[in-house]
């Protein structure tokens, strides 16, 4: 659930950017309605990314130092103070409003940031080592759900204003096509983003600390046994003896890290970083995509609540038929095909999609392919999520020692979300026309969207190279993975039975 609300808060904004321009950057005349300028749209979807980025860094090293459970319940917290106080934005002057909208969403994008390492962490902790691919994949596919339920959300919310508040076209009156109560839509839609987070907060009270947390980290066998007795219902000893033996410990930043794990975070951090930049960049050419195939028409044909509805409804579609389905089938295949062969293969299509889009770009443009456009389109992004954008989430949280585990958890998921602002604003400006005359209003000429496509390509192209520096962790126990095991005397027989994923 916490993962859900995630995605539910990090992708919401898209769906009402567009009715903040109309409702606060109205221009009195102009042809078509009003849109945020490009510096109040950036910093509106990306204000949030940088608090993800931020959270990430600072609740990994927080989960190392005071466990995961006592930070997971903070996290939450902060998720729905600030969905709930990112809706009550203050005054109504733009300036305002866009100013503590921007203020909360960085604080609400600071506890999402704590719940990525965190919940990867202690889903890899609790899970058994069979299963244990399926069971942290299932809780980033959630994210597919928070996409898929932040569309219908909108689609029902502007449903029912639009339903109770009529009001013309844009193009035949342009005040009356929004209605005052178009405020509310917005506002509504971000804060119930607090629900699903507020519902399973008792929930995050009542799971104790992960065993392995409390053994190997806090070393305390006694409060590991009795919480995994529970946990599973049956009876476990502690065998303190077995936890007295480990080695001295290494720390993130000392050559013993760097000889066992630095190829290894250096393989999760850049592939979840390439990778992001072209998950992210989708958002450029959905609207492209979305208006060239008839599903949302031109903005001043509509009315502002429809806008919202439209969008709403196109955003619910492409998670349903491509997001969503990639994930699960991620979940299903991780534990047979393994991290290491589903992480190459997306890497791979996703390549060859994108300059299969990019060389003949000039070709798909015509009304007559778009439907091949929009399946090229869908099948890169199925082999996103069923490929390294479910992988890259998952190795991390199973390669490295217990005490540094959230951590590097949390350096590769910030690596990823700065990959992500690259993707979304390195190329809104990238994807721009080549003549400034044709560029977005407010923007600088670009490359054009052909040659963004072939350079997305080459990104793509770059993450399969790099995904040859990450081990595959497929039906090994977290120590063997992370060699915590090795050298105290006994062995693999000594550690199996202080660790619970061999029950």
């Known amino acids: 659930m916490g993962f859900f609300t995630d995605a539910y808060d990090l992708f919401c904004i898209s769906l009402v950017t567009k009715l903040l321009g109309r409702i606060y950057y109205h221009v009195d005349g102009a042809k078509s309605p009003g849109s945020l300028p490009p510096n109040v749209s950036a910093a509106v979807n990306g204000v ?22 006592k930070v997971y319940g903070m996290t939450l917290m902060l998720m729905v103070i600030c969905s709930i106080a990112s809706g009550l934005s203050f005054s109504s002057n733009p300036k305002a409003v866009m100013a503590t909208l921007c203020f909360f969403r960085f604080w609400l994008g600071f506890g999402i940031g704590g719940d990525y390492p965190l919940s990867a962490t202690i889903m890899s902790e609790y899970a058994n080592k069979k299963t244990r691919g399926a069971f942290i994949a299932a809780v980033f596919a959630m994210q597919g759900f928070g996409i898929l339920g932040g569309g219908i959300f909108a689609i029902i919310i502007s449903a ?5 508040f009529h009001a013309p076209p844009y193009e035949v009156d342009p005040v009356g096509s929004t209605v005052p109560e178009a405020d509310y839509v917005w506002r509504i839609v971000l804060m119930v983003g607090a629900l699903p987070a507020a519902l399973t907060y008792y929930w995050r009270l009542k799971m104790p600390e992960t065993a392995r947390y409390t053994a190997l980290v806090a070393k305390n066998a006694k409060q590991a046994a009795s919480d995994m007795s529970k946990v599973l219902q049956m009876d476990i000893e502690a065998e303190p003896q077995k936890i007295e033996q480990e080695k001295i410990r290494y720390g993130l930043f000392s050559k013993e890290f760097a000889k066992r794990h630095g190829l290894h975070l250096l393989g999760t951090t850049t592939t979840w970083f390439l990778l992001d930049i072209a998950f992210y960049s989708q958002n450029l050419f959905q609207k492209d995509i979305f208006s ?10 509509m009315n502002a609540l429809e806008e919202v509805y439209k969008i709403a409804r196109a955003q619910t579609l492409i998670a349903l ?72 989430f998952v190795v991390p949280a199973e390669i490295f020692p217990a005490r540094l585990r959230s951590t590097c958890h949390g ?23 080549k003549d400034k005359a044709k560029a977005d209003a407010g923007y600088p000429a670009g490359i054009g969207v052909k040659n963004s496509l072939i350079v997305l390509g080459v990104i793509n192209a770059l993450g399969f190279l790099f995904t040859f520096l990450v081990p595959e962790s497929k039906g090994k126990s977290l120590e063997e993975m992370s060699g915590e095991n090795e050298n105290n005397g006994e062995g693999e027989a000594g550690a199996s039975s202080s660790s619970p994923s061999n029950h």
């Open 160 to 164: 029912a204003f639009m339903a109770s």
């Open 411 to 433: 350096i590769s998921a910030a690596a990823g979300k700065l990959g992500a602002m690259v993707g979304a604003f390195g190329f809104l400006y990238l994807a721009q026309n």
């Open 292 to 301: 060239a195939i008839g599903w949302i028409p031109s903005a001043k044909t």
């Open 48 to 69: 949030a990314f940088c608090g993800t980025l931020a959270g990430q860094l600072f609740f990994g090293w927080l989960g190392d130092k005071l466990g995961r459970k």
């Open 321 to 392: 038929c491509s997001t969503v389905p990639g994930y699960w089938f991620t979940v299903a295949f991780i534990d047979i095909m393994g991290r290491f062969a589903i992480q190459l293969m997306g890497f791979f299509f996703m390549t060859v999609f994108m300059f299969a889009l990019a060389i003949p770009y000039d070709h798909w443009i015509h009304k007559d392919n778009r439907i091949g456009f929009v399946v090229m389109y869908s099948l890169t992004f199925f082999f996103a999520n069923f490929g390294p954008n479910a992988t890259t």
